[in-house]
């Protein structure tokens, strides 16, 4: 009998280490991709660095947020089209991998490959803001609040799609509206009072007021400053958590 | 008593779709694969066969009925039986950018091989797939035939215990196709099961203990092709030149196939002889030839098909 080796079934997270590294591969080829996936960025910073130069450090550390925050399209687009065009999912999850472990190992994989442009910006922002230690441990913790958000919610979407070019649509809107509109860029007292609230529960306009208030660029009340917190941990550890069980699910379809 | 590798009661499927009236892929399926056989499953388009096979390999939810895999129920607890399976979707592709050797090696990975192991299934398996000149090659700048070889290559060096191939050779040549039936021969020597679909009928013949045939979501036959090819009333079958305009006059030897001025009759090896007199008096052209499983396949669909 050879099914002995298929006992302990279920180990969460098992494959994790294995399909990261299919991923990393899979990534590492597309060179151009990774160079493109600073434009916007970029472009964001020309205009800052012209309009209000003053404001230079407050947009890198926007840009830091926001590119953390694009990982999680990237997981959108690639989820879906390795389940559509490939049929990953039927290949991989048909197996004992464990459901979480491709989701995961999926989002990191395209982290650590597309995490030197941004690593890039980061130091910049530190050349220019010179931050303290808890400044800069804030601003990582921060960025990894976004991104688990981020891919959390690009997977869970990703399951709807019948078709890779519905998500086109619908991807250039999530990047918008989270992330170029709020103040990720500039800073959050410019944003209109009355919508103020509501960016604090957007992660990335969240994560971007809570360091701009560490370092001074905005001044955020204690009640802002608790909601931008516990939204953020909140709404990052609930959207990991529904992935998790989303990814299980989703492997049947019904 | 050991448990069946695969076995399945009264499985049904019903698509529901808004906007869309349902659709029956499946109505009522009952069948079972023993350990270490290799099954085919056959059907037209449409018949219900990748239906049957996602819902094997727990990545489809049935409407209703039991299936299970090496005794684990596949609809309550899919966890359960995903350890014991590998699946070869139908219109799989590698991952583009990576090698064959890669798709190979990180597959196994993932699904919790070790490294020793993984590396030397993984080079067996491009071999025995003629994959060998091919493996460090992006899967990107590789032919059709030759992606499709990779996904085969992939999910036979698992040597999972139980094997879902669904149309494993589509798109490829005659000689990777035999590399296929020798893999998977190859593998149930070692104790692997094998569900697969084909619509190369050859190739179910040369490579299946046994066969089912699905029409409509329903199982129409099961047996070996032997049975098969026995169900249709003979084991010879007698092409005639010119035989159509007198096809009436052979009626009595067994099922008769006009196309065009052809006729093809079935006939069993004791009668050919009576039938080739009347072939020489009626100035006929024939040949004798063993029936296929391809003409036993379409009678026995063609027959249920002009049923309703
Ligand atoms: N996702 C789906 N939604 C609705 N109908 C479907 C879906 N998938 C398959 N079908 C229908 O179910 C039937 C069986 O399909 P399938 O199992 O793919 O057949 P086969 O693999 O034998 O060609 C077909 O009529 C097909 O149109
Ligand atoms: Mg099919």
Redesign the pocket.
Known sequence: MRTSAAEGAAVPFRGLAAFLWTEVLVQAHENLAMATSIVVQGVLLVFVWILAPSLIGVALVGAVLFSMFAMGQRVLNEAAYIRIDHKANDLYLAGPLSPEAYFLGMSLGILVVYLTPVVAVGVLAEVVIRFSLVEAATLLLLALAVWVFAASIGYVFSTFFRDNRAIWAYSSLFFNVFGVLPPVFYPFDRFPAGLQPVALLMPPSAAAAILQNAIGATSLSSGELSLAVFGLAAESTLLFLLAILWARRTVQ?V | MSVEALRSEDLR?I???RG?PP????AGVSLNVHRGERVA?L????????????IASTLLRPTSGTIEVFGHDVGRAPEKARPYIAVVP?EGKPFFHLTPREQVYTYLRARGLGREVARSRTEESLERMGLTEFADRLAITLSGGQRQRTMVATVIATEAPLLFL??PSIGMDPFARRDVWESLRNLTRRGSTILL?THYLDEAEALSDRLYI?ER?EVLVTGTSEDLKRSVGGTLKVSLAGGARVVESFRSFGSCVADGEHLTVIVAPERLGELMELAVRSHLTATVGPVTLEEAFLRVVGRSINED
């Open positions: 379809e | 499927k698509y529901t779709q869309a659709v029956t892929a499946l499953l059907g037209r388009n449409g018949a219900g066969k990748t239906t049957f096979l996602k139908q669904d149309e679909t699905i979501g």
